[in-house]
């Protein structure tokens, strides 16, 4: 059985049809889907998912109670040791996890978000896939390798791609990538 990890950006509040349809082919086919506990997009999935009468979902959360779980699916809980809670790397933990469990990610991007493209990068340094719905253009773009990545990353602004390296060092992270992928070939 295939496990898609599922998730997005906190700033969009809702799903496009066409990122529906994809979820109903997940659910369709039986997949088990990884979704995470934050507002925006994860709240999204979970209440599509609760329409949809899905079983197969499990929330992730960083420590013991999920923030939200609208379906009370299976939580898997992840120990954040000593991470500050409510820190960028508290709640990346999960997304960590999610990545690391996952086979296939499909993800919903405002084009601007750290840590939605941080996901699609963990997938990506794991030889996961991705599938990308990049929210301001309606359309779906694939990751799973880093010229699409390279591709993806055309959608952000100057502005945008400037801060999300400053929040997740993109660039070192994008040639740690590039390097690996030459690794394989020599």
């Known amino acids: 059985m295939t496990t898609v990890f599922i998730a997005g950006s906190i700033s969009i509040k809702g799903l496009d049809a066409k990122v529906k349809h994809r979820i109903d082919n997940i659910i369709g086919q039986n997949h088990s889907i990884l979704v995470g506990d934050a507002d925006g997009v994860d709240t999204s999935i979970q209440s599509y998912l609760c329409d949809a ?7 992730y959360c960083t420590g013991s109670v999920p923030r939200n ?14 991470l500050k809670p409510g820190s960028r790397a508290f709640f990346t933990a999960k997304d960590v996890a999610m ?8 993800m919903v991007w405002d084009s601007k978000s750290s840590g939605t493209l941080s996901n699609v990068i963990e ?16 359309s779906f773009q694939n990751v799973g390798d880093v010229v699409q990545l390279e591709e993806l990353l055309t959608f952000m602004s ?12 993109l660039m070192r992270k994008l040639a740690q990538l590039k390097n ?7």
Request: proline fraction near 3%.
């Open 180 to 186: 690996e992928q030459i690794d394989m070939f020599i």
């Open 69 to 82: 779980n609208l379906g009370r699916w299976p939580v898997k809980s992840i120990e954040a040791g000593e």
């Open 99 to 106: 990545a690391e469990d996952a086979d296939f990610g499909l």
């Open 53 to 59: 009468n899905a079983n197969n979902a499990v929330v």
């Open 123 to 138: 997938l990506l340094s794991r030889n996961k896939k991705s599938v990308v719905f990049v929210n301001k253009t309606k």
């Open 158 to 169: 100057p502005l945008a791609l400037q801060k999300v390296d400053m929040k997740i060092g």
